[in-house]
């Protein structure tokens, strides 16, 4: 199965979203497309950070099971601590939506890396 990979600090997370997933967090972000929250690459476009957690939250479910909301918060602030930064959590998250199937650009082969280290 295809996965992102987000390394913060010493621990790596696979990131995926499933359709199950995909639909839970696309409610949760008020009926909105997972893709619009990207909008056309303005910054006037670019979404809160609570979109980007939930989306990021979702994306952990697939493998790393029990990862709860505020779990992911402290993820967030870690990968923030550790150098990374909001437009270095959406190039993440674009990568999330790539091997999830959202658009074309999804690798060949099982497992794609988006470190942690945009700062």
């Known amino acids: 199965m295809l996965y992102a990979t987000l390394t913060v600090g010493s621990q790596e997370y696979k990131l995926r979203?499933?359709?199950?997933?995909?639909?839970?967090?696309?409610?949760?972000?008020?009926?909105?497309?997972?893709l619009s929250l990207f909008g056309e690459g303005n910054?006037?476009?670019?979404?809160?950070?609570?979109?980007?957690?939930?989306?990021?939250?979702?994306?952990?479910?697939?493998?790393?099971?029990?990862?709860?909301?505020?779990?992911?918060?402290?993820?967030?602030?870690?990968?923030?601590?550790?150098?990374?930064?909001?437009?270095?959590?959406?190039?993440?998250?674009i990568e999330v939506l790539k091997v999830s199937g959202f658009f074309k650009g999804a690798p060949e082969k099982p497992g794609t890396t988006a470190q942690a280290t945009e700062k």
């Open 17 to 34: 979203l499933s359709a199950k997933v995909a639909v839970d967090v696309e409610r949760k972000l008020g009926g909105k497309s997972l």
């Open 43 to 93: 910054l006037n476009d670019l979404p809160g950070v609570e979109p980007l957690i939930a989306v990021l939250h979702g994306s952990l479910q697939a493998y790393e099971h029990g990862i709860t909301l505020d779990k992911a918060y402290e993820i967030y602030d870690q990968y923030i601590e550790d150098g990374g930064s909001y437009v270095g959590l959406i190039q993440v998250l």
